[in-house]
């Protein structure tokens, strides 16, 4: 659209249109772009699927691009395939029940279902931002491909006896939907624990207790006996958790046994 208007650059006139007259001038202009426009996005395409995106990001962080791009690129990227599934599920919702109305009728209701597209993402983000908040996430990470990520975290002890992680008959709902109920655990410093259960039995929930983004309903969460929704600034940086996520692409891939193995590796006190 934006190239289309070099088609009425001054020059010798070819044909006189309302918007103006469309000149020789203009139509080289015009291819010239065009033809710019196509190689640029067919190298992009052959460079990132031949290098791989997050070499890309890698080699953007090493010539000092902004951190705030570089993250918006990575989540862009990481995201896309989800921003295009929702949408083709909500037209395939409007396809089956649309049937019979005119054309100029369907496409008003597709244009409302790709604003409504745009706020179901903004939702989402919402969710991602949690999550990467109670992973204590704060910059790029730098990862070699065909290599797994091992590290122990600097994590100083608080001084005091008490358990590492203490819940205490934690009851938490979500509107009219009870999620915990009266879950009691002591977790000990040392002790490698787990939470298992199906998608949508409280694993994450219980998890957002632990660093205080959720306050339960009734009981209580101590870590290092404080209470994480009050004294997150004194914790600071302990309450994060890593889950990992065999689609996220800055991570390589791994087998269910090598996620596990790795985070075995995970230590601190």
Not at 49 to 62: Q, T, Y
Not at 192 to 204: D, H, I, Q
Request: with cysteine; aromatic share 12%; net charge positive.
């Amino acid at each position: 659209m934006v190239f289309s208007l070099t088609l009425f650059n001054p020059g010798r006139p070819i044909v006189n249109t309302p918007l103006g007259p469309i000149t020789h001038e203009g139509v080289r202009s015009f291819l010239l772009l065009l033809g710019k426009a196509f190689l640029s996005s067919g190298a992009t395409v052959v460079i990132v699927n031949s290098v791989g995106f997050s070499r890309i990001l890698a080699e953007m962080e090493a010539l000092k691009f902004s951190n705030i791009i570089t993250l918006t690129l990575a989540f862009t990227y990481r995201y896309l395939d989800v921003f295009i599934g929702e949408a083709m599920r909500m037209k395939r919702a409007l396809d089956s029940r649309a049937f019979g109305i005119g054309r100029l009728e369907y496409y008003r209701k597709l244009g409302a279902l790709i604003g409504e597209v745009f706020v179901r993402a903004y939702m989402r983000s919402e969710r991602v931002y949690w999550a990467m908040l109670s992973r204590g996430f704060g910059e790029f990470p730098k990862v070699d491909e065909g290599a797994i990520l091992y590290f122990a975290p600097y994590c100083p002890h608080l001084g005091g006896t008490a358990p590492m992680i203490e819940l205490r008959n934690v009851h938490f709902s979500y509107g009219g939907r009870e999620v915990l109920r009266g879950v009691s655990l002591k977790i000990e410093r040392g002790e490698v624990f787990g939470f298992l259960g199906p998608n949508g039995a409280g694993k994450s929930t219980l998890l957002f207790h632990l660093n205080g983004i959720l306050k339960p309903k009734r009981g209580e969460v101590l870590v290092e006996g404080l209470n994480p929704a009050k004294t997150r600034k004194k914790l600071g940086g302990r309450l994060a958790y890593q889950q990992f996520l065999r689609t996220w692409p800055l991570v390589p891939t791994t087998s269910a046994s090598g996620e596990k193995s790795s985070g075995s590796g995970f230590s601190g006190p």
